[in-house]
């Protein structure tokens, strides 16, 4: 039967190599009618927080469910004793001009994310990198502190029922005016969306920094 299988494989790799697979006859460019629909230069965006916003809206959730889970999942262990952390100047210093430059490089993505590369999600994760080497290298209690003090818990779940409202509304057939292409201010929801999910997944990151760090002692 092992040869049955390697005869297959062999067989099918000839066809890619021998049969090239035709080309798709459309009357219209699909990127040029994903701009045109959306008014976003980046058909990525619009694929994602338009075309298929349904299955974005499980998306955030099932991170949030995650969010909630890590902290669920941990609540009932001892916190760990020790914190490992960063101590010497340079490591410190590194880690910190580079947290400035993730924080730089994840509001410019969340802002432009739908005129060039980028998104609600990829800024949310250079957030979430910038917080992480903040954690590494400052106290916890301070984090801590910080998250409390500026209600980071309450703005993830509120971020989270704006989207799924904006997407609701998106997906009822209501839009707001594109704009002009190409413009910061264009592609209707589109920003807004962008930014809504670039802020849950950096405070949601954030959250599961601080467990990890308390539970575990360690990223």
Request: hydrophobic content about 55%; glycine content about 10%; charged content about 10%.
């Amino acid at each position: 039967m092992k040869w049955v299988y390697i005869a297959a494989g062999i067989a099918l790799y000839i066809k890619f190599l021998i049969l090239p697979n035709p080309e798709p006859d459309f009357p219209v460019s699909i990127v040029e009618t994903l701009v045109e629909e959306s008014g976003v230069p980046n058909a990525v965006t619009a694929i994602i927080l338009r075309n298929r916003l349904y299955d974005t809206i499980f998306e955030v959730v099932v991170f949030t469910i995650a969010v909630m889970g890590a902290s669920y999942l941990l609540a009932n262990e001892k916190p760990f004793c020790a914190i490992y952390q960063f101590t010497d100047e340079p490591s410190i210093i590194l880690a910190r001009l580079g947290a400035t430059i993730a924080a730089i490089v994840g509001i410019e993505l969340a802002i432009r994310g739908h005129l060039s590369p980028g998104g609600g999600f990829a800024a949310g994760v250079a957030g979430g990198t910038a917080i992480g080497l903040v954690a590494i290298t400052s106290s916890t209690e301070w984090m801590q502190a910080i998250y409390k003090r500026w209600n980071a818990a309450i703005w993830e779940k509120i971020s989270v029922l704006i989207f799924i409202v904006l997407s609701v509304v998106t997906l009822a057939g209501l839009e707001l005016p594109h704009g002009e292409l190409g413009a910061l201010v264009s592609g209707g929801v589109i920003p807004l969306l962008n930014i809504l999910v670039a802020i849950k997944v950096a405070l949601g990151s954030w959250a599961v920094i601080l467990v990890f760090i308390h539970y575990r002692g360690l990223l």
